[in-house]
């Protein structure tokens, strides 16, 4: 998709080693620098983590890390450890970049809904692969390092608002869904944050992806 884009956009992204298993990219039209450090030997190859930093208009150094957590399975323990490593790992990152003061902006579909209020069906969901304590507890960590759900934030202490709905069922149409895409401000970048929206389509056939894009204003 990326040869679709002008040459004004600046793309860092990564795949896979497997084919098909994942990927994900930062975009900007700003210029970007690959500062991508890998979460350790075991993610190398994986697609699920790249980071770009640019510059704000003032020269503040901002770096962008694009994620994506595997869904997990609450009967496999072998796929759950993996997930919740790499939460950890994650968590480890943003903890050494909150040390150093970083403006960073982590986003991504973090496939963990962290409370009741991100998922409409919870009680129906519980003991589920998405919907841990364990897996919450590592969202816990990165708030307690003072980053902010920018979502949540913004979103306010109501249900929702939901970034991802089956394609079974009437889930789109009766809004029972999850809110697992996350933009996490780093304490130094939160107080420039503006607003948050998630462009939910306006129906079922309008829809391109069963998650819906989530985006964030910052004054920089």
Known sequence: MFTDLDTEWSVVETTAEAKGRAGVAVAARSK????????????RTAGRWVEATTESVDGTELTVCSSYVHTGDANDADRMEEKLAFLDAIADRLDAYAAAG???LLTGDLNVAHDWRDIK??????????????????LDRIRDLGYVDLGRRFGGDNPGPYTWWSWRGKAFDNDAGWRIDYLIASPALAPAALGVDVHRAPTYA????????????FDL
């Open 206 to 217: 309008a829809r391109w992806s069963d998650h819906a894009p989530v985006v964030a204003t």
């Open 121 to 138: 069906n919870w009680k129906g969901n519980r003991g589920k692969a998405g919907f841990l304590p364990e897996e919450q507890a590592r």
């Open 102 to 104: 970083r403006c960073v």
């Open 32 to 43: 970007l620098e690959d500062s991508t450090e890998p979460l350790g030997d075991r993610f």
